[in-house]
């Protein structure tokens, strides 16, 4: 079984090594969405109506994700530090701590979910028609909370370890029988939305039976439940994976709370009908920002374990290069989007109408998607150089400061409508992500050279 030495490894081929599967991983996960969303868009008669509806399920999908995240994402930079300080027994109770701390979470999220879910969609802005496709996707969907919920947030410490083939193949168990079981549901059996949402849930089983099974059997370092009398001695980290999981999970669910405000706005000013706008152009980022989450994530454990090896050229190493692969994808996909936005939303629906309203809202919103890239290198270095304040504030600054304000101002007081709502996106594209990659060059740069300097002296 490979593992990626990210130590002694080049840089390119560490980052390449662990990136690569992590996207296939990625565009795999994706179609676990993706796919309901093209399939339901082709429903006989009713498929643009349910294709908005379960597009008001995106923002409780997006809190649990977030919460998997928050676990996952908050532990495995944690975990990466301390195999590179060379202790492993601390690295194993980070993972088992967060290992117990997701499964008690998911049981939480679940049961509020089944107790509040009519409520929650009707909150998010569903009318009377998009409640009878929503409600029964959304009950069918907590079913699969915990089982999601350790597919998600346990595979970063797979990856963590240096198994991103295995990483990739945990995903891709689920992608694999979602994409069969779908339209055996959906059309087959005629089940529908109801369809969509039970081969989701199938396929989330078997991700989190692999990733279960690879942590407790072959990993090098195992995962297990937490014993009672580990917990007193384990609430340090605990919160140590609560604040740097913190950034992510902010992050996650404030895309969320936008989706919300954008989705209530939308069915004011322009109808049911944006509120599917708004579901195509989520597709369609989604589709364009999975291969550049998979650079940032599989350079994260290398950030992670370099710095905690105390080795600052690496660390700079690895931050360039992955700029670069960063902007490098970013500029094609940029360029497709402005030259044939109607090929990327005739993937999720071939609707006229639809495509027709969609076409300049998908051109407004990705203006400045560019500048989206400086975020995300920014976050990912803070996130893996356990930077929690810088992570959790720029997390908080784009959505919440900028994005929910505009998104409220443009179309009610510059009376711009619809128009409004979308082109809050750009304007904090380029504000939070100028600032978010400033901070990390006037503050990361200089440390890894004191770092740098430290080591000399050492010798």
């Not at 969609?121 to 907590?142: D, K, N, Q, R, T």
Request: aromatic letters at 10%; a positive charge.
């Amino acid at each position: 079984m490979k593992r990626i030495d990210f130590e002694n490894g080049t840089i390119t081929g560490n980052i390449l090594g662990a990136a690569l599967p992590m996207l296939i991983a990625q565009i795999l996960n994706l179609l676990y969405n993706i796919v309901d969303r093209i399939y339901i868009a082709r429903i006989p008669e009713i498929g643009t109506a349910a294709l908005g509806a379960v597009g008001l399920c995106f923002p409780i999908i997006v809190i649990i994700t977030a919460f998997s995240n928050l676990f996952g994402t908050g532990g495995a930079p944690l975990f990466s530090i301390f195999r590179g300080k060379k202790d492993p027994d601390t690295a194993r109770r980070i993972m088992n701590t967060s290992f117990t701390m997701l499964c008690v979470c998911a049981v939480i999220l679940m049961a509020v979910g089944f107790l509040f879910a009519r409520p929650i969609l009707i909150l998010f802005g569903a009318s009377a028609e998009a409640i009878v496709y929503a409600y029964p996707y959304m009950m069918l969907y907590l079913i699969g909370t915990l089982p999601s919920m350790i597919a998600v947030g346990m595979n970063p410490f797979i990856n963590a370890q240096g198994y991103s083939s295995i990483g990739m193949l945990s995903v891709a168990i689920g992608a694999g029988t979602n994409l069969v079981l779908d339209p055996l549901f959906i059309f087959a059996l005629g089940l529908g939305v109801r369809g969509a949402a039970i081969a989701t849930v199938i396929s989330q089983c078997l991700s989190a039976a692999f990733v279960v099974f690879f942590l407790t059997k072959k990993s090098e370092l195992k995962l297990r439940f937490l014993h009672k009398n580990e917990i007193p001695e384990c609430t340090g980290h605990a919160k140590n994976i609560l604040s740097l999981g913190a950034a992510g999970f902010i992050m996650q669910l404030t895309n969320s709370l936008v989706t919300i405000c954008c989705n209530n706005i939308l069915s004011v000013t322009g109808g049911d009908i944006y509120i599917s706008v708004m579901t195509i152009i989520s597709s369609v980022r989604q589709l364009v920002e999975t291969p550049i989450h998979a650079m940032v994530e599989g350079t994260s454990p290398i950030l992670s374990y370099n710095y905690g090896a105390r080795r600052p050229g690496r660390v700079r190493k690895s931050i360039l290069i992955m700029s670069l692969l960063v902007f490098g994808y970013t500029a094609v996909m940029w360029g497709m989007i402005i030259l044939i936005p109607e090929t990327l939303i005739r993937i999720f629906s071939s609707d006229a109408a639809l495509i027709q309203d969609a076409v300049p809202a998908l051109n407004m919103y990705f203006a400045a998607f560019i500048f989206m890239d400086l975020q995300y290198i920014g976050q990912a270095v803070f996130k893996s150089l356990n930077k929690k304040v810088f992570a959790i504030f720029f997390s908080l600054l784009r959505k919440v400061f900028i994005v929910v304000p505009l998104t409220y101002f443009l179309p009610y007081a510059m009376h711009m409508g619809t128009d409004g709502v979308f082109l809050a996106e750009p304007v904090s594209n380029v504000i939070g992500g100028t600032a978010c990659i400033l901070t990390m060059l006037i503050t990361i740069m200089p440390e890894l050279k004191r770092i740098e300097v430290e080591n000399r002296k050492a010798e």
